[in-house]
């Protein structure tokens, strides 16, 4: 009990000294004017950095992993009903098929899907 006690008492010490000098190592100083500015060829910028992000594109992109993920979960349903000729096999791939669809109709209704707005 006391060796798991110690070795305990040893690794929490060790990941403690490890994030200490991490931080010491990894501080720096932003005082610096050209630091803390944009860099843009050695001039001086003239617009902001920022630039608006088109809400309408994250959307998209949500909706577009959202599916690409569904559709990684139907790769194996081919090499399913191969194995297992049973009924619930079939069911259960098209229910996630029919689902998949109505989302889709959801978005394209809804105009998610749709980017020249």
Do not use: T
């Not at 006690?5 to 990894?26: D, E, I, N, Q």
């Amino acid at each position: 009990m006391m060796n798991s006690l110690s070795s305990l008492v040893v690794a929490g010490v060790l990941v403690f000294a490890v994030v200490l000098m991490a931080l010491l190592v990894g501080f720096r100083s932003n005082l610096d004017r050209e630091k803390s500015s944009p860099f843009e060829c050695g001039f001086d910028p003239k617009n902001s950095a920022r630039v608006s992000f088109s809400l309408r594109f994250f959307l998209l992109a949500v909706v577009f992993l959202i599916f690409d993920i569904e559709i990684i979960f139907l790769f194996p349903i081919p090499f399913m009903m191969i194995m297992s000729l049973s009924n619930s096999v079939i069911f259960f791939s098209f229910l996630a098929l029919l689902i998949l669809l109505f989302g889709l109709i959801h978005e394209w209704r809804e105009g998610s899907l749709d980017w020249s707005k």
